[in-house]
């Protein structure tokens, strides 16, 4: 596959008065093939929107360059790119209906009536919006002026749509509901997508590959399961894991099992990252997973004492003082006899010791 | 609703006050339109249409309709144009020196209504600074209908300016951004998204401006040459030919595209601007703007700019030197002159203008909290009164007045009291608008707790509601007080040798080409509004007030 999107070292100032400067995108690097469904995840202010902006044109970057199939379309007006874009407030054109905006762009594109008639019938058909043609996007729900979004891109026939964070002002159930209408229609149609969102789930179920981004930097880069079960650093742990952090001491280095001494205890943890190397004496953080802790019944080797209990439905959190850091700990209440415990019970922990991961402090 | 809530909104003290007000109204706002129409049909004796009949088949009379109407498309069309500029590159573009563009977009605001009539002879006339001297020309033909409408898009874009700003600000930039990026060419986005979306705006601001244009007496005086206005046409009749029935039917002319205008103005501004469905963005962006557009914006703004400044220091200038044209020589002898011949009257105008203030604003935000008030019969009533006055041309108020107040019951001319009455009534307009605007931002369930809580309508109204309108109060004081400053459309046929008013005096002094006179009275009377809007704000120490704030109330027209 080729690369159908490149952005090399793309650099985006912003003056904040008085000679102050932020770094939007600090030499960003990204590249995306033909045909894949590619996230953007990271914070709020990372420089996500800043990158969409550039790559639509909206903006010119300080530095660095933006390349379509090989091209370098730095100075290509906005208008000649086609790589429509769904904004996160959808941006639809308050005064034109359904029709119109979703007829807007191949009326630029100066198409035949029919050609335009049957395009936006057969948009509307892909993404559910028959019927609602007539009528104007202020009396749309937030989940069908989505869908106008999509299907004023969609009519377009693109090579490529940037979605910047086109879920984030729907509720969940709705969110969930149009994350699969979107993957859909890009199996369906073969599209290449750029997506930019801060919901790690949203991440994790759509993409092929998900690049971390933090202060205007790629983080990490891989799929989905890479990321996850492997994270980089702490931060991408903590991202998108949502693990606990306990700070602990390494003891000693044997290849690549790493002891390390909590406050009460030592236990060795396997260390697989090549990136990250560790001193003796080093102060360090081990990662531990809600998933990969369970509260045992039988005896085990670590107790934590319970500080809080939320009963979540389909799961028990539990927030639990352990070698004197607060982890969190999910409970199934799948199953029949599940003990509850209250705060100040002392419990039995058990770890899935695999899914430690030792960061830097 | 709550009972005792209900019983306290039906205070008879609140109808008491409703009343009275009422009739005020009707006595300093209908009964002299009243007057001045009956004037205009019984002029010789029995009902009659006879004066309009003849006003309409001579000829200088409907050269003079004629005339009002183009010099008033013009400078609405330009008047638009130069605001919604402006507007578009304070707001939406990205160029340097835009927080001094927005000054210079407002300065006109606090001037003498005819300042830019006298610069602009002072640049452009017989003696010229750029005419005469750079030139070595003899005029630029500025009497007539060429000046007039540069002068009056000058003193009005400011206007269209206020309206376009909100309306601009209110466009979602992502909108232009969106349809660039479905593949519309900048001019495509423009006539398909920019101008549908602001086209409320520039049609509210033509209206207000043509309105503004129509109804304008002092730069047509002045500069209007052979060019014949409907507004000083009526004033001529009346005052100089002493011919009451014709003058009042051309005042009266003027009144009916007001009347018209001000209530399309409303229906338009009512139905406003598209809010957007969903939240919307706040990144600030270029908008539509290339390099080189928003280099052409800027050096648009930049030269309108200039010659805003220009007409400021060429007043300025003028107040110095000895005699324009001629002598070039610094003096300050207008000064003394002026201090001779103006200071007394500049005094009464003062007083007259800090008395009537604080009653326009008091009275402004006692009606917004009536009209509020839904218990209140007639509310709506009391609203429509109120805003009316906005409608009416000055000119038509002056004869009104002179036509009403003449005798008695009601003998008032001569007073320094039917000043004041035209003041208070004429910006009252203003001060209700923000007054109600305020009030409904207050919300009725803050009043229903104090309610409540046991207190009467007088004391809720003291204790709850004022505090919470008190910005509004200020601005609706601070655009008063400028307001009366610099009127005279309607003054000039109500002053007296004992009250006088600092505009006449200086259009006095600009009809006997005393114009470095005239420049300094100007040049006084500016810096005399700005002190006092500084002190005010200083004394009143609200955030919110003063002259932007004032300004803002400005925009609901
Ligand atoms: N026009 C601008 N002027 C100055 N700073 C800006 C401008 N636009 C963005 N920034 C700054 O650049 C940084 C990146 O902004 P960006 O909008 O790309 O973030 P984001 O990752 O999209 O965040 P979010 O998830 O909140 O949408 C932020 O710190 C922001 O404050
Ligand atoms: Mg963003």
Same mark, same amino acid.
């Given at each position: 596959?080729?690369?159908?999107?490149?952005?090399?070292?793309?650099?985006?100032?912003?003056?904040?008065?008085?000679?102050?400067?932020?770094?939007?995108?600090?030499?960003?690097?990204?590249?995306?093939?033909?045909?894949?469904?590619?996230?953007?995840?990271?914070?709020?202010?990372?420089?996500?929107?800043?990158?969409?902006?550039?790559?639509?044109?909206?903006?010119?970057?300080?530095?660095?360059?933006?390349?379509?199939?090989?091209?370098?379309?730095?100075?290509?007006?906005?208008?000649?790119?086609?790589?429509?874009?769904?904004?996160?407030?959808?941006?639809?054109?308050?005064?034109?209906?359904?029709?119109?905006?979703?007829?807007?762009?191949?009326?630029?594109?100066?198409?035949?009536?029919?050609?335009?008639?049957?395009?936006?019938?057969?948009?509307?058909?892909?993404?559910?919006?028959?019927?609602?043609?007539?009528?104007?996007?202020?009396?749309?729900?937030?989940?069908?002026?989505?869908?106008?979004?999509?299907?004023?891109?969609?009519?377009?026939?693109?090579?490529?749509?940037?979605?910047?964070?086109?879920?984030?002002?729907? /509720?969940?159930?709705?969110?969930?509901?149009?994350?699969?209408?979107?993957?859909?229609?890009?199996?369906?149609?073969? #599209?290449?997508?750029?997506?930019?969102?801060? /919901?790690?789930?949203?991440?994790?179920?759509?993409?092929?590959?998900?690049?971390?981004?933090?202060?205007?930097?790629?983080?990490?880069?891989?799929?989905?399961?890479?990321?996850?079960?492997?994270?980089?650093?702490?931060?991408?742990?903590?991202?998108?894991?949502?693990?606990?952090?306990?700070?602990?001491?390494?003891?000693?280095?044997?290849?690549?099992?790493?002891?390390?001494?909590?406050?009460?205890?030592?236990?060795?943890?396997?260390?697989?990252?090549?990136?990250?190397?560790?001193?003796?004496?080093?102060?360090?953080?081990?990662? #531990?997973?809600?998933?990969?802790?369970?509260?045992?019944? /039988?005896?085990?080797?670590?107790?934590?004492?319970?500080?809080?209990?939320?009963?979540?439905?389909?799961?028990?959190?539990?927030?639990?003082?352990?070698?004197?850091?607060?982890?969190?700990?999910?409970?199934?209440?799948?199953?029949?006899?599940?003990?509850?415990?209250?705060?100040?019970?002392?419990?039995?922990?058990?770890?899935?010791?695999?899914?430690?991961?030792?960061?830097?402090? | 609703?709550?009972?005792?809530?209900?019983?306290?909104?039906?205070?008879?003290?609140?109808?008491?006050?409703?009343?009275?007000?009422?009739?005020?109204?009707?006595?300093?706002?209908?009964?002299?339109?009243?007057?001045?129409?009956?004037?205009?049909?019984?002029?010789?004796?029995?009902?009659?249409?006879?004066?309009?009949?003849?006003?309409?088949?001579?000829?200088?009379?409907?050269?003079?309709?004629?005339?009002?109407?183009?010099?008033?498309?013009?400078?609405?069309?330009?008047?638009?144009?130069?605001?919604?500029?402006?507007?578009?590159?304070?707001?939406?573009?990205?160029?340097?020196?835009?927080?001094?563009?927005?000054?210079?977009?407002?300065?006109?605001?606090?001037?003498?209504?005819?300042?830019?009539?006298?610069?602009?002879?002072?640049?452009?006339?017989?003696?010229?600074?750029?005419?005469?001297?750079?030139?070595?020309?003899?005029?630029?033909?500025?009497?007539?209908?060429?000046?007039?409408?540069?002068?009056?898009?000058?003193?009005?874009?400011?206007?269209?300016?206020?309206?376009?700003?909100?309306?601009?600000?209110?466009?979602?930039?992502?909108?232009?951004?969106?349809?660039?990026?479905?593949?519309?060419?900048?001019?495509?986005?423009?006539?398909?998204?920019?101008?549908?979306?602001?086209?409320?705006?520039?049609?509210?601001?033509?209206?207000?401006?043509?309105?503004?244009?129509?109804?304008?007496?002092?730069?047509?005086?002045?500069?209007?040459?052979?060019?014949?206005?409907?507004?000083?046409?009526?004033?001529?009749?009346?005052?100089?030919?002493?011919?009451?029935?014709?003058?009042?039917?051309?005042?009266?002319?003027?009144?009916?595209?007001?009347?018209?205008?001000?209530?399309?103005?409303?229906?338009?501004?009512?139905?406003?601007?598209?809010?957007?469905?969903?939240?919307?963005?706040?990144?600030?962006?270029?908008?539509?703007?290339?390099?080189?557009?928003?280099?052409?914006?800027?050096?648009?703004?930049?030269?309108?700019?200039?010659?805003?400044?220009?007409?400021?220091?060429?007043?300025?200038?003028?107040?110095?030197?000895?005699?324009?044209?001629?002598?070039?020589?610094?003096?300050?002898?207008?000064?003394?002159?002026?201090?001779?011949?103006?200071?007394?009257?500049?005094?009464?105008?003062?007083?007259?203008?800090?008395?009537?203030?604080?009653?326009?604003?008091?009275?402004?935000?006692?009606?917004?909290?009536?009209?509020?008030?839904?218990?209140?019969?007639?509310?709506?009533?009391?609203?429509?009164?109120?805003?009316?006055?906005?409608?009416?041309?000055?000119?038509?108020?002056?004869?009104?007045?002179?036509?009403?107040?003449?005798?008695?019951?009601?003998?008032?001319?001569?007073?320094?009291?039917?000043?004041?009455?035209?003041?208070?009534?004429?910006?009252?307009?203003?001060?209700?608008?923000?007054?109600?605007?305020?009030?409904?931002?207050?919300?009725?369930?803050?009043?229903?707790?104090?309610?409540?809580?046991?207190?009467?309508?007088?004391?809720?109204?003291?204790?709850?509601?004022?505090?919470?309108?008190?910005?509004?109060?200020?601005?609706?004081?601070?655009?008063?007080?400028?307001?009366?400053?610099?009127?005279?459309?309607?003054?000039?046929?109500?002053?007296?040798?004992?009250?006088?008013?600092?505009?006449?005096?200086?259009?006095?002094?600009?009809?006997?080409?005393?114009?470095?006179?005239?420049?300094?009275?100007?040049?006084?009377?500016?810096?005399?509004?700005?002190?006092?809007?500084?002190?005010?704000?200083?004394?009143?120490?609200?955030?919110?007030?003063?002259?932007?704030?004032?300004?803002?109330?400005?925009?609901?027209?």
């Amino acid at each position: 596959m080729m690369n159908y999107m490149t952005l090399a070292n793309l650099t985006k100032k912003y003056s904040r008065g008085k000679g102050d400067e932020i770094h939007a995108l600090d030499s960003f690097n990204l590249t995306v093939k033909k045909g894949e469904f590619v996230t953007i995840l990271g914070p709020s202010g990372c420089g996500k929107t800043t990158a969409l902006r550039i790559i639509a044109g909206f903006e010119e970057q300080t530095e660095g360059d933006v390349f379509l199939k090989g091209e370098n379309i730095n100075h290509v007006a906005p208008y000649k790119r086609f790589m429509p874009m769904v904004f996160q407030s959808y941006a639809l054109f308050p005064h034109m209906n359904v029709y119109e905006n979703i007829a807007y762009g191949l009326r630029a594109l100066k198409k035949s009536r029919d050609i335009i008639r049957n395009d936006v019938a057969m948009a509307c058909q892909v993404v559910n919006l028959v019927g609602l043609e007539k009528c104007y996007p202020g009396e749309l729900s937030g989940g069908q002026q989505q869908r106008v979004a999509l299907a004023r891109t969609l009519v377009l026939k693109p090579e490529m749509i940037l979605f910047d964070e086109p879920l984030s002002n729907l /509720d969940v159930k709705l969110r969930i509901q149009t994350r699969t209408e979107i993957k859909r229609v890009h199996r369906m149609l073969g #599209i290449t997508v750029l997506y930019v969102t801060h /919901d790690q789930s949203e991440a994790l179920s759509m993409s092929d590959r998900i690049v971390i981004m933090n202060h205007g930097r790629t983080v990490q880069e891989g799929t989905p399961e890479e990321i996850y079960n492997n994270p980089i650093n702490s931060f991408v742990a903590d991202f998108i894991g949502n693990a606990n952090f306990i700070s602990a001491e390494v003891e000693e280095i044997e290849g690549k099992r790493v002891t390390i001494r909590l406050q009460n205890r030592i236990i060795v943890v396997k260390q697989e990252n090549p990136e990250l190397s560790f001193s003796e004496g080093e102060e360090v953080y081990l990662a #531990i997973k809600p998933e990969a802790t369970g509260i045992s019944s /039988d005896k085990a080797d670590f107790t934590g004492i319970v500080d809080t209990r939320s009963f979540q439905g389909s799961h028990t959190e539990y927030k639990i003082e352990f070698e004197g850091s607060f982890i969190n700990i999910h409970q199934s209440n799948m199953g029949k006899e599940i003990q509850t415990y209250q705060a100040g019970d002392i419990i039995n922990l058990k770890f899935d010791k695999d899914l430690f991961h030792l960061y830097k402090k | 609703m709550n009972k005792s809530f209900g019983k306290i909104r039906k205070d008879p003290r609140l109808l008491i006050t409703a009343s009275i007000i009422t009739l005020l109204l009707i006595l300093f706002i209908l009964y002299p339109l009243y007057s001045a129409f009956k004037m205009s049909i019984t002029g010789d004796g029995g009902i009659s249409f006879s004066v309009y009949r003849e006003v309409f088949t001579q000829k200088q009379n409907i050269r003079a309709i004629s005339n009002s109407l183009v010099l008033a498309t013009l400078t609405a069309t330009f008047s638009t144009f130069i605001g919604f500029t402006f507007a578009y590159s304070i707001h939406r573009a990205i160029i340097p020196g835009q927080k001094y563009f927005r000054a210079m977009a407002i300065l006109p605001l606090i001037s003498p209504p005819f300042m830019f009539a006298l610069s602009h002879i002072l640049l452009f006339g017989r003696n010229g600074l750029i005419t005469a001297r750079l030139l070595g020309i003899d005029s630029l033909g500025i009497y007539g209908l060429n000046g007039l409408v540069v002068v009056q898009t000058m003193g009005m874009f400011p206007l269209s300016y206020l309206i376009l700003s909100g309306i601009v600000r209110a466009v979602d930039p992502d909108l232009e951004l969106s349809a660039m990026n479905l593949g519309a060419r900048r001019l495509r986005v423009f006539r398909t998204i920019t101008l549908p979306l602001t086209l409320p705006g520039l049609l509210a601001s033509w209206l207000m401006v043509f309105m503004g244009s129509l109804t304008d007496f002092g730069n047509p005086i002045i500069i209007g040459g052979d060019f014949n206005v409907l507004s000083v046409q009526a004033y001529l009749e009346f005052t100089g030919m002493g011919n009451l029935p014709r003058g009042t039917a051309l005042a009266i002319l003027l009144l009916l595209p007001t009347l018209f205008i001000f209530t399309l103005q409303k229906q338009i501004l009512k139905r406003r601007s598209y809010v957007s469905a969903s939240g919307k963005s706040v990144r600030n962006s270029r908008g539509l703007g290339t390099p080189g557009i928003s280099r052409a914006l800027f050096i648009f703004c930049l030269m309108i700019t200039v010659f805003i400044l220009l007409i400021y220091i060429t007043i300025i200038a003028g107040s110095f030197i000895t005699l324009w044209g001629e002598d070039w020589s610094f003096t300050l002898k207008h000064l003394s002159y002026s201090y001779d011949v103006g200071f007394k009257t500049l005094i009464n105008t003062l007083l007259l203008a800090l008395i009537s203030t604080p009653i326009t604003a008091a009275m402004g935000i006692l009606i917004a909290f009536l009209a509020t008030n839904k218990d209140l019969p007639g509310r709506k009533i009391l609203e429509f009164l109120s805003l009316l006055s906005y409608a009416i041309p000055g000119t038509v108020v002056g004869i009104g007045y002179v036509l009403a107040f003449n005798r008695s019951p009601f003998k008032l001319s001569g007073t320094a009291f039917i000043l004041i009455a035209v003041y208070v009534f004429r910006n009252l307009p203003i001060t209700v608008e923000g007054g109600i605007a305020a009030l409904s931002q207050v919300s009725g369930e803050i009043e229903e707790s104090a309610a409540n809580l046991g207190g009467n309508s007088a004391y809720i109204l003291r204790r709850v509601t004022l505090p919470m309108i008190r910005p509004a109060f200020f601005a609706g004081a601070t655009y008063a007080f400028i307001r009366s400053m610099t009127a005279i459309s309607a003054i000039i046929f109500l002053i007296s040798a004992r009250w006088n008013h600092m505009s006449v005096l200086i259009l006095a002094q600009t009809e006997i080409m005393r114009l470095g006179v005239a420049s300094v009275m100007s040049f006084v009377l500016i810096i005399l509004i700005s002190i006092i809007i500084f002190l005010g704000s200083q004394m009143t120490k609200l955030k919110g007030t003063g002259l932007p704030a004032s300004l803002k109330q400005l925009k609901a027209y």
